[in-house]
């Protein structure tokens, strides 16, 4: 089980990617007409909401939950089982907003499809859907209007929740919204489903929702017309943006919305599957944070046996993170976050100069190579220097792609691998040596598996074992430590720095 800092220097590494609320009587609010549907939630009264905080930080909590799902998601149900089901997972949610509320917590993030689960139908998924009025139309607290629109009982519910909690609060849920027929995008059930995450404030007024973009083997939703670019200010933070899952790694919205606004921190909902070597969930999380220096609150589901774990809070100076394999319990992450970090930094706005650090590091380890670096590579004029005696390459499947491998061998050196024009390069010293095999990847082209996207890649990675046909295989454990430097001449200047190690950090 990993717990704390994401990562440390000289770590064994086995994958590396180049207002106050009105009073509110302590009443439970029905959430269904059906009598037979229990309560799901309760409205409470609360001491009004200090907005006299600390302005340089603030408390956040993300809450890595195991969800309770549907023993069968693919056949219809009733509206009243299914809001029976949606019921324990709220109570659970309830239960972590007044924990976090106990430790000062002023914002919350719940994961994706933490309430309803997951692979549904377009038509089994309907019961548990809510309808979802647009919060820059109509200004609405659910809990304390709950009538004026029907079928929003799991939205009244989480309003309730902020409100008892005196936190914002940001949770996913299935959203419909009816169409028109002389819509050509309409179905012909009329009406449009969408994967969606909701912001309350404090007061559990509805303040932002986004809907998923990027969609991945989601039958049971759709695809918005638009691109939702999310952007909304907390008194006491600043401007936050909202996005899901597999949408971070796309230009829209993730990236566009870090460009385009004054976006500092992210909260990020997600559902996720680890997939060894490139893509663990806390690589990706971490990746983002590194590559655009904003803060990210990341939750993810908890299912071990489906492969699913890490959630975490990571800001440019630490991060906050839970991983574990084994256990099946949900876990709250809550850490002190600075209200400005760094913000986001493109290579356009890089400097010519180069790290100091980094200038050291090539003088300890080329001796008389010569290195430059410009915005877009390092140049090294007589790297060949190191390739006296060249290893050889060889090509191996790693995440479904061919990559063109090369092996890492020796305490210290110099690697290049290339692929379609497209370089990787790798400089290396390494404390020990251990009997393990590892290499230096290049892919660059179309990934065409669940998908098609163009993509490019630098990675050193630990091989499966000692010989080359075990290189890309999954692999979780590593004792190689490494100092490095790695890059590539990339087409474009947003990059991500996935970083993977082994044990406790």
């Known amino acids: 089980?990993?717990?704390?800092?994401?990562?440390?220097?000289?770590?064994?590494?086995?994958?590396?990617?180049?207002?106050?609320?009105?009073?509110?009587?302590?009443?439970?609010?029905?959430?269904?007409?059906?009598?037979?549907?229990?309560?799901?939630?309760?409205?409470?009264?609360?001491?009004?909401?200090?907005?006299?905080?600390?302005?340089?930080?603030?408390?956040?909590?993300?809450?890595?939950?195991?969800?309770?799902?549907?023993?069968?998601?693919?056949?219809?149900?009733?509206?009243?089982?299914?809001?029976?089901?949606?019921?324990?997972?709220?109570?659970?949610?309830?239960?972590?907003v007044m924990a976090a509320a106990q430790k000062g917590v002023q914002i919350i993030v719940f994961p994706e499809d933490g309430i309803h689960g997951f692979i549904f139908t377009r038509t089994s998924i309907c019961p548990f859907l809510d309808f979802m009025p647009s919060p820059r139309l109509v200004r609405w607290n659910p809990c304390l209007e709950p009538f004026w629109f029907n079928d929003t009982e799991v939205l009244q519910c989480l309003s309730c929740m902020a409100i008892k909690g005196q936190m914002f609060l940001v949770a996913n849920l299935g959203t419909k919204q009816p169409c028109l027929r002389s819509d050509p995008r309409c179905s012909h059930d009329r009406r449009y489903q969408f994967n969606t995450n909701v912001l309350f404030s404090h007061n559990g007024n509805l303040v932002a929702c986004y809907r998923k973009h990027n969609l991945y083997f989601e039958a049971a939703f759709d695809i918005p017309a638009h691109v939702d670019l999310v952007n909304f200010d907390i008194p006491f933070v600043g401007q936050f943006g909202m996005f899901t899952c597999l949408d971070i790694p796309f230009f829209q919205p993730a990236i566009q919305l870090l460009r385009d606004s004054e976006v500092k921190h992210i909260v990020y909902p997600m559902t996720l599957m680890n997939q060894l070597p490139l893509l663990a969930a806390i690589e990706i999380q971490k990746a983002f944070q590194s590559a655009f220096g904003v803060s990210v609150l990341a939750a993810n589901i908890q299912h071990p046996t489906l492969g699913m774990s890490d959630s975490g809070i990571h800001t440019p100076l630490k991060s906050f993170w839970y991983h574990d394999m084994d256990n099946s319990e949900g876990y709250l992450i809550i850490a002190q976050i600075a209200t400005n970090p760094l913000g986001l930094v493109g290579i356009e706005n890089a400097t010519s100069e180069t790290d100091p650090s980094h200038n050291k590091f090539l003088k300890i380890l080329t001796g008389h190579l010569s290195c430059e670096r410009d915005t877009q590579e390092v140049h090294c004029e007589e790297a060949a220097k190191w390739n006296m005696k060249a290893p050889p390459t060889f090509h191996s499947e790693m995440m479904y792609d061919n990559f063109i491998l090369v092996p890492v061998w020796g305490k210290e050196g110099y690697v290049q691998v290339c692929s379609n024009g497209f370089c990787c390069h790798l400089l290396y010293e390494r404390p020990t040596l251990s009997k393990e095999l590892y290499f230096l990847g290049v892919f660059d082209g179309l990934h065409i598996v669940h998908g098609t996207y163009y993509i490019q890649v630098c990675a050193l990675v630990k091989c499966g074992g000692l010989n080359f046909d075990t290189c890309g295989q999954e692999i979780s454990e590593a004792q190689g430590l490494f100092d490095f430097h790695l890059w590539g001449n990339f087409i474009i200047s947003y990059i991500f720095p996935l970083f993977l190690t082994s044990g406790y950090p």
């Open 1 to 96: 089980m990993w717990k704390g800092a994401a990562w440390r220097e000289n770590q064994p590494i086995y994958g590396s990617l180049c207002l106050v609320p009105p009073s509110v009587e302590p009443v439970p609010r029905l959430l269904s007409s059906s009598s037979a549907v229990v309560h799901l939630c309760w409205a409470l009264a609360q001491a009004p909401w200090s907005t006299a905080r600390p302005a340089k930080h603030y408390i956040a909590a993300v809450y890595e939950h195991r969800s309770v799902l549907s023993p069968n998601p693919l056949d219809l149900t009733s509206c009243q089982q299914a809001l029976k089901l949606m019921k324990q997972n709220l109570d659970i949610y309830e239960q972590q």
